[in-house]
Nanobody, 124 residues
Framework: EVQLVESGGGLVQAGGSLRLSCAAS????????IGWFRQAPGKEREGVSVISSTDGNTYYADSVKGRFTISRDNAKNTVYLQMNSLKPEDTAVYYC?????????????????WGQGTQVTVSS
């Protein structure tokens, strides 16, 4: 059974940090690009960051560039999203997703598996 399980969300003050984890099972993890997406109340889900399967290339949305860092540990079948200098506008449910496509995968429809999400709340 394919599973993606996010963890590490919570409540943090503006300027603080959180590290999200995405633990995968049930598929060949190192062959998949992993993306982080988020959905704030009343807004559409948007892409935050992606790490490719093959060469470790990464992508960051402009809104998080310089503050968030994505990384992967293929030995642990886990991807991390280190979030620093958090802002209230980062408040959202964060989802990880996996895509078998090569490279940095940008579009949500290209992702095959999704986690259930973890809530991140940043207070001002």
């Amino acid at each position: 059974e394919v599973q993606l399980v996010e963890s590490g969300g919570g409540l943090v003050q503006a300027g603080g940090s959180l590290r999200l984890s995405c633990a995968a099972s049930g598929f060949t993890f190192d062959g998949y690009a992993i993306g982080w997406f988020r959905q704030a109340p009343g807004k559409e889900r948007e892409g935050v960051s992606v790490i490719s399967s093959t060469d470790g290339n990464t992508y960051y949305a402009d809104s998080v560039k310089g503050r968030f860092t994505i990384s992967r540990d293929n030995a642990k079948n886990t991807v991390y999203l280190q979030m620093n200098s958090l802002k209230p506008e980062d408040t959202a449910v964060y989802y990880c997703a996996a895509s078998w496509r090569v490279g940095v995968v940008h579009f949500q429809y290209e992702y095959d598996y999704w986690g259930q999400g973890t809530q991140v709340t940043v207070s001002s």
